[in-house]
């Protein structure tokens, strides 16, 4: 499937939970292989990555999650992105309001603080 999406797809979107990070980087790294090799820019595709996220000091990352304080799930989203996903899909774990509202002011801007 990652040769087909390679040659043929716009992108492509794994689910955390489906797929952990290091596998994820292992066929992401071969999904940009194959599209180059198809005559493809590979910077021309999406890499999307589906996380879910809570944002709560205490809690630990695990395979159905991303956790910790804002600057741990900071430091966690920031990693995949270095890896090469372009797009993150972050399901907020917990009360959503709450959580969404820690995303866009606490855990966003040390992500891109990171970033540079």
Not at 36 to 53: C, F, K, Q, S, W
Not at 87 to 105: D, H, I, S, V, Y
Request: charged share 25%; aromatic share 8%.
């Amino acid at each position: 499937m990652i040769d087909l999406v390679g040659r043929k797809a716009d992108g492509w979107l794994p689910t955390y939970q489906f797929l952990a990070p290091e596998q994820a980087y292992r066929k992401l790294e071969r999904l940009r292989k194959v599209a180059e090799h198809a005559g493809r820019n590979p910077d021309h595709l999406t890499y999307g990555y589906m996380i879910p996220v809570l944002v709560e000091k205490g809690s630990v990352t695990t395979r159905g999650q991303i956790a910790g304080s804002a600057q741990e799930v900071a430091e966690q989203l920031a990693d995949v992105v270095r890896h090469g996903f372009t797009f993150l899909n972050l399901w907020p774990g917990g009360e959503a309001t709450k959580q969404r509202e820690l995303l866009a002011r606490e855990v966003l801007p040390i992500v891109r603080d990171l970033m540079v």
